[in-house]
């Protein structure tokens, strides 16, 4: 039975465990859809059952209305050198498009927040797509600064294997 963290007359938040690593599966792939991504996805439910529950690399949430799964969040720590505390890092926050505009996002990024501030974390980021309008409106209306100073880079499969070698 999976600890519920929130609930909110029809709507809860649990703590997924192991046995929903084929929901959160199905979660990931309905974000990278929407982010017109779904081809760059090589996630497992294997996988997920490894890294978020085995080797507990990040923390996930399931939003349920009614006992159905209509949402998740994922976050992780991480550490600022310059605050000299952790913070967390929103990964991904989604809701499938049939529940959005109920509020169900603003809970489970809320819940992070709350998770933040319990455990004196200094801060607490993530990313979103340029092209995202609705959800940068969203972070706009909470009060979440944009960082346009700031700009993501990433290596991966080959370039970060190739990159690696240079240690030698």
Known sequence: ???IV????NFKIKCAEKEDALTIYELIKGIAEYEKMLDEVENTPEMIKE???EKKTAET???EEYGKPVGFILFFHNYSTFVGRAGIYVE?????PEKRGKGYGKLLLAFAAHTAVERNCGRMEWTCLNWNKPSLDFYGSI???KMTE????????NTLSNFAKSLK
């Open 6 to 9: 929130f609930e909110k007359e």
């Open 150 to 157: 700031w700009t993501t880079h990433r290596l991966a499969g």
């Open 51 to 53: 890294w978020l529950f």
């Open 143 to 145: 009060g979440a600064v």
């Open 92 to 96: 991904d926050l989604f809701v499938i």
């Open 61 to 63: 949430y399931i939003g």
């Open 1 to 3: 039975m999976s600890k």
